[in-house]
């Protein structure tokens, strides 16, 4: 059989293509319409997640932050009570047990010795109100104790200082003064304790046998470290004085 229609108009898998290179334009620019919507999709996939993790970390930012500020109360405390172990070990180590050194001291007063002044301080830089006044308190660097009074003789006051060198503790007894009255008139008593405008006690010496002196117990041996009179980190309401100062005056023997 011989086929005359013309080859340009014949129909089927055998018709030439009339389209030419536009075809194939258009399929290239197909192809890079369909990359592109798949690169921008996803990109758009990728900036979602990114956004999402951000989200998430802010989201664990946040409960950690609120954790963080929950313990917050328990830092605090923990501070403070380091902050209060510290000052009590501080207060510990800075008291001089004046309990124990009144007790023996209370012990070896002869009956023929008594006092109008007692004072006991841990460092000489502390003061004591009406108490007394002997410089040699200077030259004791650690705790010590200060005493006035009057004994009925010399003999009476060199007893005293050897008792008190009985103290567990002491290192040295000085001795500041021990006088007895200068001028007494015949059928005249010496000043006593009223004769004071201020009312403190001027001179206990009734009797020209009496002996005023003053007196510095030293406790050399245990100096109260530097924090005595520099705690460090005091809360409120905790005293440093207790342990650095004791004072009594008019103290009987």
Not at 132 to 146: F, H, K, Q
Not at 196 to 213: L, M
């Amino acid at each position: 059989p011989v086929n005359l229609i013309p080859k340009d108009e014949r129909r089927g898998d055998r018709a030439a293509m009339r389209t030419g290179v536009f075809s194939y334009v258009l399929i290239g620019a197909l192809a890079v319409a369909v990359l592109a919507v798949g690169a921008l999709a996803l990109t758009s996939k990728q900036i979602s997640d990114h956004k999402a993790e951000v989200a998430q970390l802010q989201l664990e930012d946040q409960q950690t932050q609120a954790k963080a500020q929950s313990l917050t109360p328990f830092i605090d405390f923990r501070a403070a009570q380091e902050a209060r172990s510290s000052t009590i070990l501080s207060l510990a180590q800075s008291r001089f047990d004046w309990q124990r050194v009144l007790n023996e001291f209370a012990r070896v007063i002869p009956s023929n010795v008594w006092f109008t002044k007692v004072a006991g301080t841990a460092d000489p830089s502390v003061t004591v109100t009406n108490g007394p006044d002997l410089t040699t308190r200077d030259a004791v660097s650690g705790p010590a104790l200060e005493l006035e009074g009057c004994a009925a003789s010399q003999d009476a006051v060199a007893g005293l200082i050897a008792n008190l060198q009985e103290i567990d503790g002491v290192t040295r007894v000085g001795l500041e003064a021990s006088e007895r009255p200068d001028d007494i008139e015949s059928g005249t008593a010496a000043p006593t304790s009223g004769d004071s405008n201020d009312g403190e006690v001027s001179d206990c010496r009734t009797r020209d046998f009496i002996a005023q002196f003053k007196i510095v117990v030293a406790f050399d041996a245990v100096p109260a470290p530097a924090t005595a009179t520099t705690a460090p980190s005091v809360p409120a309401g905790v005293s440093t004085t207790g342990g650095s100062e004791l004072a009594s005056s008019g103290t009987g023997g």
